[in-house]
């Protein structure tokens, strides 16, 4: 049986079956293991995770005095948060024309993000003008279709994570203002807030940064100073960074609870955009390939940040729910009739019901033709039942099916 638990109250014995959050907020790469080892524990202790799920089947359970939550309680709750972000979306346009589009704009914004933080590296100071007309193409693109351009930026290689991610924290913060309904200049600083958020990691090296495996208590304590070297970069930027910019740059770490860091504020004390920037942030981290760990389906990935309680403000984050959907482009689905699907549109009428292309029978377990499915078409009687996880079925490159 599976249980969620205090980290306070894990023992030697018992085996993890996953930390609770995103595994950027601890040094373990690996998920599923015994705990035998007093190091271990002591490095789980000393982290930023405050739960874990253990497996009472392979290992040791809690005394029968510990409260605990099981998962069935556990995906119960989430999915009611999920829920509750199901109000009005913005009217897209057509999809496929905007990826033409976005994916020109991805590529001219990796060129562009890499000189910036390579002139970082450099000793040079950012020129903010230059970054302002990329956000301002991000703007624009998201504008014309809002799924275009944040589903696209997730599909990037480990090698340029670091580039990229910063592109695509930039596109959905873009987003996640617009559906927050924030005036136009502040929707542009989000973006270039977003934009900006880990420019600290310039000083930090490759080596750490693109390590392929588990990263040392050093190393890892290393990457937590990222906020603080990346405030001090935005202390010489031509022109000056703006105030909200610093704040997410500084403290897009922090949690909801006060378990971040690096200042351990909590509710309130955070700034509305770095609270943003922590949904942005963490979302586009665990649906990334890493060289250390394959990225989560996007649906999948909301669910489970759904369940970690305490990491984000609730408002902010059913509002990324809406601006992404609670099955974003890209996810994989079973629908009622058996058959599996690929979420490649949103839909205006309900985020439970965007439009699938099918290309599977989970029946016969063979490709069957490949249809889709718009799930508020008022005579469609389908319904999704479940997300599912691609390497489950043995699937590669169903991102191909969203973009054709």
């Given at each position: 049986?599976?249980?969620?638990v205090?980290?306070?109250?894990?023992?030697?014995?018992?085996?993890?079956h996953?930390?609770?959050?995103?595994w950027?907020?601890?040094?373990?790469?690996?998920?599923?293991?015994?705990?035998?080892?007093?190091a271990?524990?002591?490095?789980?202790?000393?982290?930023?995770?405050?739960?874990?799920?253990?497996?009472?089947?392979?290992?040791?359970?809690?005394?029968?005095s510990?409260?605990?939550?099981?998962?069935?309680?556990?995906?119960?709750?989430?999915?009611?948060?999920?829920?509750?972000?199901?109000?009005?979306?913005?009217?897209?346009?057509?999809?496929?024309?905007?990826?033409?589009?976005?994916?020109?704009?991805?590529?001219?914004?990796?060129?562009?993000?890499i000189?910036?933080?390579?002139?970082?590296r450099?000793?040079?100071?950012?020129?903010?003008?230059?970054?302002?007309?990329?956000?301002?193409e991000?703007?624009?693109?998201?504008?014309?279709?809002?799924?275009?351009?944040?589903?696209?930026?997730?599909?990037?290689?480990?090698?340029?994570?670091?580039?990229?991610?910063?592109?695509?924290?930039?596109?959905?913060?873009?987003?996640?203002?617009?559906?927050?309904?924030?005036?136009?200049?502040?929707?542009?600083?989000?973006?270039?807030?977003?934009?900006?958020?880990?420019?600290?990691?310039?000083?930090?090296?490759?080596?750490?940064?693109?390590k392929?495996?588990?990263?040392?208590?050093?190393e890892?304590?290393?990457?937590?100073?990222?906020?603080?070297?990346?405030?001090k970069?935005?202390?010489?930027?031509?022109p000056?960074?703006?105030?909200?910019?610093?704040?997410v740059?500084?403290?897009?770490?922090?949690?909801?609870?006060?378990?971040?860091?690096?200042?351990?504020?909590?509710?309130?004390?955070?700034s509305?955009?770095?609270?943003?920037?922590?949904?942005c942030d963490?979302?586009?981290?665990?649906?990334?390939?890493?060289?250390?760990?394959k990225?989560?389906?996007?649906?999948?990935?909301?669910?489970?940040?759904?369940?970690?309680?305490?990491?984000?403000?609730?408002?902010?984050?059913?509002?990324?729910?809406?601006?992404?959907?609670?099955?974003?482009?890209?996810?994989?689905?079973r629908?009622?009739?058996?058959?599996?699907?690929?979420?490649?549109?949103?839909n205006?009428?309900?985020?439970?019901?965007?439009?699938?292309?099918?290309?599977?029978?989970?029946?016969?377990?063979v490709?069957?033709?490949?249809?889709?499915?718009?799930?508020?078409?008022?005579?469609?009687?389908?319904?999704?039942?479940?997300?599912?996880?691609?390497?489950?079925?043995?699937?590669?490159?169903?991102?191909?099916?969203?973009?054709?």
């Amino acid at each position: 049986m599976l249980k969620k638990v205090s980290v306070a109250d894990i023992t030697l014995g018992m085996y993890i079956h996953e930390l609770c959050g995103s595994w950027m907020e601890h040094p373990f790469w690996k998920s599923g293991f015994a705990l035998e080892d007093q190091a271990d524990l002591y490095s789980l202790k000393s982290s930023a995770v405050t739960e874990v799920w253990i497996d009472t089947a392979k290992g040791l359970d809690l005394p029968e005095s510990v409260i605990s939550e099981e998962f069935a309680q556990a995906a119960q709750r989430a999915d009611a948060l999920l829920q509750g972000a199901m109000l009005e979306s913005i009217t897209p346009v057509a999809m496929l024309d905007e990826i033409k589009r976005a994916l020109d704009l991805c590529e001219r914004s990796r060129a562009a993000v890499i000189s910036m933080f390579t002139d970082v590296r450099m000793g040079k100071a950012i020129d903010i003008h230059r970054a302002d007309g990329l956000v301002d193409e991000m703007t624009q693109s998201i504008l014309r279709h809002p799924s275009a351009l944040i589903s696209l930026v997730r599909l990037k290689n480990a090698d340029e994570y670091t580039y990229m991610h910063s592109v695509a924290v930039c596109a959905l913060m873009i987003a996640l203002a617009r559906q927050l309904n924030l005036p136009e200049k502040r929707v542009s600083e989000a973006g270039l807030a977003g934009l900006l958020h880990d420019i600290g990691k310039m000083s930090i090296s490759d080596e750490i940064l693109n390590k392929p495996g588990r990263l040392t208590d050093e190393e890892f304590a290393k990457v937590r100073l990222h906020p603080v070297y990346g405030a001090k970069i935005l202390l010489t930027s031509q022109p000056a960074a703006s105030a909200l910019v610093y704040d997410v740059c500084l403290h897009h770490h922090e949690k909801y609870d006060g378990n971040g860091y690096p200042k351990k504020l909590a509710g309130e004390q955070i700034s509305l955009f770095a609270r943003m920037a922590a949904v942005c942030d963490v979302y586009d981290a665990i649906t990334s390939d890493r060289p250390y760990k394959k990225g989560w389906g996007p649906a999948e990935s909301l669910q489970r940040m759904a369940q970690w309680d305490g990491h984000f403000d609730p408002k902010v984050f059913q509002a990324f729910v809406r601006a992404v959907g609670i099955y974003p482009v890209g996810s994989l689905v079973r629908l009622s009739s058996g058959r599996l699907g690929v979420v490649i549109d949103q839909n205006e009428e309900s985020l439970l019901k965007p439009k699938v292309k099918v290309f599977f029978s989970t029946k016969s377990k063979v490709p069957i033709e490949q249809v889709v499915i718009n799930l508020a078409h008022a005579q469609c009687q389908e319904t999704i039942i479940a997300r599912e996880q691609a390497d489950d079925w043995g699937f590669r490159n169903l991102d191909d099916l969203w973009r054709e």
